[in-house]
């Protein structure tokens, strides 16, 4: 073999072995050449797009340069690439919260930082594709609004309408409408000629966000300002000035407002008979987060919010009512014609709320069925005309009521049961772990902790009652008829005058497993004679088991009363069917040692 022949087979070897380069047109922006998948139920595209269409995609625009970036475009929906979808066709702009989840790694789909492998035998540094996060939009369209909109333009962000009312007919299910700053004096009605929602696709109207957008009254007018009629709606954040208007200020009304929502809104100022209601048949409706103050009118009841008969399913959860001329919160039967006559409310939850300074009660039971009345804060009701002051009263023929972990001070009364009545006393009512202290004695209050005032079968399970100048519990004073089968277990009364205040109108009392303590004075009525605490049980038969001892709580004047280690309290309760932790339950509303 020459040596000509030798370089020649060398140099043929030396170029087969030689790295290839990837063509200068792909670069980092390179491009799938896959086509688009067509979007999926929720709107949401993979692979790559040059279009701007209703849902998120996960590929790259033509152009998008180098990596990919996630953020909303301006168009119908968001994009994770680096270009802005034009998209205005379709009138609005995905907005709220999105998911930053990542994606699975797209066939052919763009890397956002190039990663570089391992060189071997002197080949270029390759790229290779990494998971990209998608946006997945709250909303499948979103509706803007402006007072410098227009409703002939197409609700676009650049493009807002000028109206709710225009906004409401507009919007359908999964789709939502941004309210930006400022006053919409307006009255809306979500009746036929708005859609419903659905369950996995509901309608929300709400405030941009960092936005206060006010939907005003002011105009002397009494119709309500925004009336819900349709299902699967949410409102959120918004500020409902009624301005003095002797107007409801939200209302869900009829058997097709159901699964609706108000939220984080701000709802005052009325002077109607209620602030929201929900009436004639409307059912799982969610009053959360909202505070709901100052409606007041001096010759009849406003109410922060109304449950009304034969609605049920009802909500009320985190909310601040307040100052408001009659109840926090009312639910009423048909008792006077006050609503139609039919089947009572049914299946009320009201918990986590602060209510306070009303006119008249903090909540008002009436003839209502399956209510709970849950951890609630509840102060400063007093007497008046109209009303004990009553932190919570449960009255007329309300039915299977549970009244528990509630924390109730400078009441008039802190919990009353029975009194005025049509047809049945309150029947099958619980009050289950709630501290009562301090209740007020001023100007006409009674400054009573409990009292059953004419009710059946009465549970009063684990109670801590403090410092209430009118007595502990009072039981056997009804006003239309006898108290009876009333328990009285596991419960704290310290430092009231008297512990325990019991008239002749009672039968089927059963007190046991109590613990009692007063520093000085009398302690135990019985028909209004004054007794101590071995002529009580006496007398009575009652409180065998109970104990007369201190509950050394931990700070009783900054309201802990949690007991102390000397405590007559720890784990000389009776198990009545609860959770505990130490070898029997602590008497009282708070267990201790617990993980």
């Given at each position: 073999?020459?040596?000509?022949?030798?370089?020649?087979?060398?140099?043929?070897?030396?170029?087969?072995?030689?790295?290839?380069?990837?063509?200068?047109?792909?670069?980092?922006?390179?491009?799938?050449?896959?086509?688009?998948?067509?979007?999926?139920?929720?709107?949401?595209?993979?692979?790559?797009?040059?279009?701007?269409?209703?849902?998120?995609?996960?590929?790259?625009?033509?152009?998008?340069?180098?990596?990919?970036?996630?953020?909303?475009?301006?168009?119908?929906?968001?994009?994770?690439?680096?270009?802005?979808?034009?998209?205005?066709?379709?009138?609005?702009?995905?907005?709220?919260?999105?998911?930053?989840?990542?994606?699975?790694?797209?066939?052919?789909?763009?890397?956002?930082?190039?990663?570089?492998?391992?060189?071997?035998?002197?080949?270029?540094?390759?790229?290779?594709?990494?998971?990209?996060?998608?946006?997945?939009?709250?909303?499948?369209?979103?509706?803007?609004?402006?007072?410098?909109?227009?409703?002939?333009?197409?609700?676009?962000?650049?493009?807002?309408?000028?109206?709710?009312?225009?906004?409401?007919?507009?919007?359908?299910?999964?789709?939502?409408?941004?309210?930006?700053?400022?006053?919409?004096?307006?009255?809306?009605?979500?009746?036929?000629?708005?859609?419903?929602?659905?369950?996995?696709?509901?309608?929300?109207?709400?405030?941009?966000?960092?936005?206060?957008?006010?939907?005003?009254?002011?105009?002397?007018?009494?119709?309500?300002?925004?009336?819900?009629?349709?299902?699967?709606?949410?409102?959120?954040?918004?500020?409902?000035?009624?301005?003095?208007?002797?107007?409801?200020?939200?209302?869900?009304?009829?058997?097709?407002?159901?699964?609706?929502?108000?939220?984080?809104?701000?709802?005052?100022?009325?002077?109607?008979?209620?602030?929201?209601?929900?009436?004639?048949?409307?059912?799982?409706?969610?009053?959360?987060?909202?505070?709901?103050?100052?409606?007041?009118?001096?010759?009849?009841?406003?109410?922060?919010?109304?449950?009304?008969?034969?609605?049920?399913?009802?909500?009320?959860?985190?909310?601040?009512?307040?100052?408001?001329?009659?109840?926090?919160?009312?639910?009423?039967?048909?008792?006077?014609?006050?609503?139609?006559?039919?089947?009572?409310?049914?299946?009320?939850?009201?918990?986590?709320?602060?209510?306070?300074?009303?006119?008249?009660?903090?909540?008002?039971?009436?003839?209502?069925?399956?209510?709970?009345?849950?951890?609630?804060?509840?102060?400063?009701?007093?007497?008046?005309?109209?009303?004990?002051?009553?932190?919570?009263?449960?009255?007329?023929?309300?039915?299977?009521?549970?009244?528990?972990?509630?924390?109730?001070?400078?009441?008039?009364?802190?919990?009353?049961?029975?009194?005025?009545r049509v047809g049945e006393p309150p029947t099958d009512i619980t009050l289950l772990r709630n501290r009562v202290?301090?209740?007020?004695?001023?100007?006409?209050?009674?400054?009573?902790?409990?009292?059953?005032?004419?009710?059946?079968?009465?549970?009063?399970?684990?109670?801590?009652?403090?410092?209430?100048?009118?007595?502990?519990?009072?039981?056997?004073?009804?006003?239309?008829?006898?108290?009876?089968?009333?328990?009285?277990?596991?419960?704290?009364?310290?430092?009231?005058?008297?512990?325990?205040?019991?008239?002749?109108?009672?039968?089927?009392?059963?007190?046991?497993?109590?613990?009692?303590?007063r520093s000085a004075g009398a302690a135990y009525a019985l028909n209004g004679v004054n007794r101590d605490f071995?002529?009580?049980?006496?007398?009575?038969?009652?409180?065998?088991?109970?104990?007369?001892?201190?509950?050394?709580?931990?700070?009783?004047?900054?309201?802990?009363?949690?007991?102390?280690?000397?405590?007559?309290?720890?784990?000389?309760?009776?198990?009545?069917?609860?959770?505990?932790?130490?070898?029997?339950?602590?008497?009282?509303?708070?267990?201790?040692?617990?993980?």
């Amino acid at each position: 073999m020459n040596r000509r022949f030798l370089f020649l087979l060398l140099a043929f070897a030396a170029a087969c072995n030689a790295p290839s380069e990837r063509s200068s047109s792909e670069g980092a922006g390179w491009v799938s050449s896959s086509p688009a998948r067509a979007p999926d139920s929720s709107g949401a595209t993979t692979g790559a797009s040059s279009g701007s269409g209703a849902g998120a995609t996960t590929g790259t625009s033509p152009g998008a340069g180098t990596g990919a970036t996630a953020s909303p475009g301006s168009g119908a929906g968001a994009t994770t690439d680096g270009a802005s979808p034009s998209g205005t066709a379709q009138g609005g702009q995905a907005a709220g919260s999105t998911s930053s989840a990542p994606s699975t790694p797209t066939a052919g789909g763009p890397s956002s930082t190039p990663a570089t492998s391992p060189s071997t035998s002197g080949s270029s540094p390759t790229t290779t594709p990494t998971t990209t996060p998608t946006t997945t939009p709250e909303f499948s369209r979103a509706y803007h609004v402006k007072p410098s909109g227009s409703d002939s333009n197409d609700g676009s962000e650049q493009s807002p309408l000028r109206t709710l009312a225009r906004a409401i007919q507009l919007v359908r299910p999964g789709e939502g409408i941004l309210v930006h700053a400022g006053t919409y004096a307006e009255r809306l009605d979500l009746t036929s000629n708005v859609h419903d929602g659905e369950a996995a696709r509901p309608i929300t109207l709400r405030a941009a966000p960092g936005e206060k957008a006010v939907l005003k009254g002011g105009t002397g007018s009494d119709r309500t300002l925004l009336l819900v009629t349709r299902a699967y709606w949410n409102f959120e954040n918004l500020d409902i000035d009624m301005a003095g208007d002797p107007a409801i200020a939200v209302m869900f009304q009829n058997a097709t407002a159901h699964h609706d929502a108000l939220r984080g809104c701000k709802v005052h100022g009325g002077t109607a008979g209620a602030g929201l209601t929900i009436s004639d048949f409307a059912s799982n409706v969610l009053i959360e987060n909202n505070e709901i103050h100052h409606f007041t009118n001096p010759y009849r009841d406003s109410h922060g919010v109304l449950a009304e008969t034969t609605s049920s399913h009802v909500v009320i959860r985190g909310n601040d009512i307040h100052h408001n001329s009659a109840d926090a919160v009312q639910c009423i039967g048909p008792e006077g014609g006050a609503t139609r006559a039919g089947t009572p409310f049914d299946d009320l939850l009201v918990e986590n709320n602060a209510l306070h300074e009303d006119g008249e009660n903090g909540v008002d039971v009436k003839t209502c069925t399956h209510v709970t009345l849950r951890n609630n804060r509840v102060w400063s009701h007093h007497a008046s005309d109209s009303s004990a002051g009553e932190g919570i009263v449960v009255h007329l023929s309300a039915r299977t009521v549970r009244v528990e972990g509630n924390r109730l001070w400078d009441n008039g009364r802190g919990i009353s049961v029975g009194g005025v009545r049509v047809g049945e006393p309150p029947t099958d009512i619980t009050l289950l772990r709630n501290r009562v202290w301090s209740s007020s004695n001023k100007n006409g209050d009674e400054g009573v902790a409990l009292r059953i005032n004419t009710a059946r079968q009465v549970r009063i399970l684990q109670n801590t009652l403090y410092g209430n100048p009118g007595g502990g519990l009072m039981v056997g004073y009804g006003d239309s008829g006898n108290s009876e089968q009333v328990t009285f277990e596991n419960n704290i009364v310290s430092e009231s005058s008297p512990l325990l205040h019991v008239g002749p109108a009672r039968s089927g009392l059963v007190f046991e497993h109590n613990l009692y303590f007063r520093s000085a004075g009398a302690a135990y009525a019985l028909n209004g004679v004054n007794r101590d605490f071995a002529a009580w049980k006496v007398a009575t038969g009652l409180d065998g088991s109970s104990l007369e001892r201190s509950p050394d709580f931990a700070d009783a004047a900054n309201a802990d009363f949690t007991p102390g280690p000397a405590s007559g309290a720890r784990d000389a309760g009776m198990d009545l069917g609860l959770a505990y932790c130490g070898r029997a339950p602590e008497i009282g509303a708070l267990e201790v040692g617990c993980p």
